[in-house]
């Protein structure tokens, strides 16, 4: 089931080098029967400018969300969204995106939520791949598959909710990635979008949390750093403990999972994607200010 591992000798330093590719081996295998590339990113005209050949786009915010209840689509709405996008179980699927994957990631976390057996991620993400000047184009696929099923949807392993997380902060390792000011308690502006006040009613960070950068997992052209910095980055931190991420919307959390969880190896690490956003409004809910 799914397509041979990306070879590539700078994988082999990563503890699950099967979920990233490098984009020499994504370019060679476009066209690859049973290699489905989806393109998701926070500003979704970006697909329409050009993009990865073959790629089809999944708008995270329209295709995987239900804005009524704030989770995501069910089991059945995953299937036909599947079968429109023409990706059946057996499919190797290859996940970028724009800002360093950010988005990219959280679809990929989705998809891992449900199930999929072989979904991968490109390093560097989209703006790697202009940065190399690679092909791209304008087609957009229009093959539709059937059939994909979804035995039901994982909400434990890789995810936690509010009312588990209340009872258990104080146990866990909890890592916060927004900016350090939101993290003190200092503004409630995002500094991961500026020009928005995120609408929460308190700021802060959940007592006992660490406070991390994203980019410290990151180069500047988005690619992951080495193992060797990884380790060096989170030193201070403890791989055996069980491990919750959180930020203002689940993004950044999603991001540093995947860091922890597949670059790293780190078994036990669940996102909150809940985040700042839920506990920030919460009636009485526990939060600290200042610096760790």
Same mark, same amino acid.
């Given at each position: ?8 000798p ?6 699950h ?17 049973g ?116 035995s039901?949807?994982?909400d ?22 927004? !900016?350090?000011?939101?993290? *003190?308690? &200092? #503004? ?7 020009? /928005? =006040? ?9 007592? !006992?949390?660490?406070?991390? *950068?994203? &980019? #410290?997992?990151?180069y500047?052209?988005?690619?992951? /750093? =080495? ?17 919750? #991420? ?8 999603a ?38």
């Amino acid at each position: 089931m799914g397509i041979e591992v990306d070879p590539s000798p700078q994988l082999e330093q990563y503890a699950h080098r099967n979920k990233l590719v490098t984009s020499a081996w994504l370019g060679a295998k476009l066209g690859t029967p049973g290699l489905k590339v989806i393109e998701s990113n926070e500003d979704s005209l970006l697909y329409d400018i050009g993009h990865i050949p073959t790629a089809n786009r999944i708008n995270w915010a329209k295709h995987l969300n239900d804005p009524v209840t704030r989770d995501f689509i069910t089991a059945d709405q995953f299937e036909t969204l599947m079968d429109e996008k023409g990706i059946s179980r057996h499919d190797t699927v290859v996940v970028y995106g724009d800002r360093s994957n950010l988005w990219a990631v959280y679809t990929l976390w989705v998809f891992e939520l449900f199930g999929h057996p072989d979904v991968r991620l490109l390093d560097g993400g989209r703006d790697a791949w202009m940065q190399e000047e690679k092909e791209t184009s304008y087609d957009v696929p229009t093959h539709t598959t059937s059939g994909y099923k979804v035995s039901q949807r994982d909400d434990r392993t890789n995810r936690i909710f509010v009312d588990e997380l209340r009872e258990i902060y104080s146990d866990v390792q909890l890592l916060d990635m927004r !900016g350090v000011e939101e993290f *003190a308690g &200092n #503004t409630l502006r995002s500094q991961a979008d500026p020009e /928005r =006040t995120v609408s929460v009613s308190r700021a802060g960070h959940i007592p !006992g949390a660490h406070n991390i *950068a994203m &980019n #410290t997992s990151l180069y500047p052209n988005s690619r992951f /750093r =080495t193992r060797a910095d990884l380790d060096r980055a989170h030193q201070e931190l403890d791989p055996h403990k069980p491990t919750v #991420t959180y930020c203002t919307s689940g993004a950044r959390a999603a991001h540093q999972w995947f860091t922890l969880k597949h670059l790293m190896g780190w078994e036990n690490v669940r996102v909150y994607d809940g985040s700042w956003i839920e506990w920030g409004n919460m009636v009485r809910a526990p939060i600290a200010q200042g610096n760790m």
